[in-house]
């Protein structure tokens, strides 16, 4: 890639688009607002559309008032499932506030807007934005998807003793998306049980938790060094780990962070923690730290997009920092892990793959993703009964060396462990022999 080009522009999806049968309804304005405003609550479900992409290297190859509109469809993703846990009173409640929260950012945007079922359509005036931001066309698509994401599903619905978390998913319109297929699959998910409603509902308690402490600034985080294999002394770089603060006392709380994969809003909470790293990196330009994101944010939407802005206008930074993509949830997809891996890496990041063999991250992941680097957890290759000898330690770490430049051991605890570890070929270790007393874990806590 020449240096001159962004590989943020891997995120942008703008595309332009007008109701079909409407194609003489230039306007941008109010001559479309009426036939959004008509449908509202009229239609059982959203009218097709018609759509071109934007295919412009040059921002300035058009003048402003040529841009033209861009439509995001937004989806409740979750409004099947609150309607089955808490009922159908409460769903509606849900989707009611998010309308209005649509119909609000309409207002700021100047977009219209139109609200069907779990579904919301926007139009945006994309030579108004870009006038009023200096924004590139080509970032316009994923910025204004992040925006509504983060007014649509920011915060929990406060219900009675309930605290709501809406899960929204924006995509602009392009050539061959399917703007309804998250409703079709929320629909098809695992048939409803007493103990699956009992699962959603302490999801969600753990959910709204979570993120409260988020908005009230009470996460933060602890670190573990991950030290050269041929020098404990010699500090890779420190990997960030999810703390809550209690009373004072940092207590890790990773082991929550399954709740929220399994509702579908960890891209919230990683784009927080990464957002978070760069944070402490710009303030410490010594310092190179390394931060877990889950295998279902690994994929290039509208969450990365500031994200991938800031690194690339600070490649520097960007080489002191380290992604490491979770086992605990499968990957969305191996194409576009792929494609989110080569797009960070064009950034300047290091992309690891974490605790190899362990959950969802497997050999084929590992074949198939290109990390630099590659994390095995010791701890999980020990033999049955206690013994501290692990099983096929040293291929492992020969094919993952294959596949990633470095080959790290997670689970280090003495000095046996180290050596063994060296012996078997490995690049780098971790544990709590580096790292010494940690801050307590929920679980552990709750226990």
């Not at 309308?99 to 309409?106: G, H, N, Q």
């Amino acid at each position: 890639m020449e240096p001159s080009e962004n590989p943020a522009h891997e995120l942008s999806r703008s595309a332009s688009i007008r109701p079909a049968g409407r194609a003489a309804c230039d306007s941008k304005g109010d001559a479309c607002k009426e036939s959004f405003d008509d449908q509202r609550q009229t239609e059982d479900r959203p009218r097709s559309y018609q759509w071109s992409m934007f295919t412009r290297t040059d921002a300035q190859a058009e003048s402003a008032g040529s841009v033209g509109e861009l439509c995001v469809v937004a989806t409740i993703i979750n409004l099947r499932e609150i309607e089955q846990v808490y009922g159908e009173t409460t769903a509606l409640a849900v989707r009611h506030v998010v309308y209005e929260r649509a119909r609000a950012l309409s207002r700021s945007g100047r977009a219209t807007v139109a609200t069907t079922g779990a579904h919301i359509v926007f139009i945006f005036d994309l030579s108004w934005l870009s006038y009023k931001g200096n924004t590139p066309v080509e970032l316009c698509g994923p910025i204004i998807e992040h925006r509504v994401v983060k007014v649509l599903g920011a915060h929990a619905v406060p219900l009675g003793d309930a605290a709501i978390m809406p899960v929204v998913r924006a995509s602009a319109m392009r050539s061959g998306y399917q703007p309804f297929q998250n409703f079709i699959d929320a629909a098809n998910l695992a048939t409803a049980g007493h103990h699956w409603c009992e699962r959603y509902r302490a999801d969600m308690v753990v959910a709204a938790a979570v993120f409260a402490a988020l908005e009230e600034k009470r996460l933060d985080f602890d670190r573990e060094p991950v030290c050269a294999a041929g020098d404990s002394q010699d500090v890779t770089y420190y990997e960030v780990l999810l703390c809550e603060i209690r009373n004072g006392q940092r207590i890790r709380i990773g082991s929550l962070v399954g709740a929220v994969e399994r509702l579908g809003m960890v891209r919230r909470l990683d784009e927080w923690v990464v957002g978070s790293t760069i944070a402490a990196l710009r303030r410490n330009p010594a310092l190179r730290l390394g931060c877990n994101v889950s295998g279902h944010s690994a994929t290039l939407d509208a969450w990365w997009t500031p994200i991938a802005s800031q690194l690339h206008a600070d490649r520097c930074l960007a080489s002191r920092l380290t992604i490491e993509i979770t086992e605990t949830a499968a990957l969305t997809s191996t194409t576009e892990a792929r494609n989110f891996v080569r797009t960070f890496q064009a950034l300047g990041c290091q992309m690891a793959l974490d605790d190899l063999g362990k959950g969802h991250n497997n050999l084929i992941a590992l074949i198939g993703l290109g990390v630099d680097i590659v994390k095995i957890d010791l701890r999980c290759l020990r033999q049955e009964g206690g013994t501290r000898s692990p099983l096929g330690l040293r291929p492992l770490i020969q094919f993952a060396k294959t596949y990633g430049a470095s080959v790290i051991i997670e689970g280090i605890e003495t000095e046996d462990d180290a050596q063994q570890a060296r012996e078997c070929g490995a690049t780098c270790l971790q544990g709590y022999l580096y790292s010494g007393p940690s801050a307590p874990d929920i679980a552990a806590e709750r226990g």
